[in-house]
């Protein structure tokens, strides 16, 4: 019985310490967000691509929507960025800006 309760107890305190140590602060989820939003205009660019060569339909407007997305995420975080107070924050904030400046850049998509 006392060995049931002993492992109980250090599972308990292990969840505890886990959920403590990986939850992330209201700073990082902002940009966790933001980041959600760039994956799914990223997938919604590839796909409308995908769909352009597969089929020969022009997806322009669903390239363009896409772009649009993309933009958006990123005046967000450039606007988020300025308020950003803690480090780890930031360190997301700058991976993610990096990310859409590099996709933009294999990408073509010109600032406008």
Same mark, same amino acid.
């Given at each position: 019985?006392?060995?049931?309760?002993?492992?109980?107890?250090?599972?308990? @305190?292990?969840?505890?310490?886990?959920?403590?140590?990986?939850?992330?602060?209201?700073?990082?989820?902002?940009?966790?967000?933001?980041?959600?939003?760039?994956?799914?205009?990223?997938?919604?660019?590839?796909?409308?691509?995908?769909?352009?060569?597969?089929?020969?339909?022009?997806?322009?407007?669903?390239?363009?929507?896409?772009?649009?997305?993309?933009?958006?995420?990123?005046?967000?975080?450039?606007?988020?960025?300025?308020?950003?107070?803690?480090?780890?924050?930031?360190?997301?904030?700058?991976?993610?800006?990096?990310? @859409?400046?590099?996709?933009?850049?294999?990408?073509?998509?010109?600032?406008?």
């Amino acid at each position: 019985m006392r060995a049931v309760i002993a492992i109980l107890l250090i599972a308990v @305190i292990g969840f505890l310490a886990y959920s403590y140590f990986t939850s992330l602060s209201e700073e990082e989820k902002s940009v966790k967000a933001l980041d959600k939003e760039f994956d799914q205009a990223v997938t919604d660019f590839l796909r409308a691509l995908r769909t352009t060569a597969g089929t020969g339909l022009d997806t322009t407007p669903d390239v363009n929507d896409a772009v649009r997305k993309i933009k958006k995420v990123k005046s967000k975080l450039k606007a988020l960025m300025g308020s950003l107070q803690e480090d780890s924050a930031k360190e997301m904030g700058q991976k993610l800006k990096e990310e @859409i400046e590099e996709f933009e850049r294999k990408n073509d998509i010109e600032e406008y």
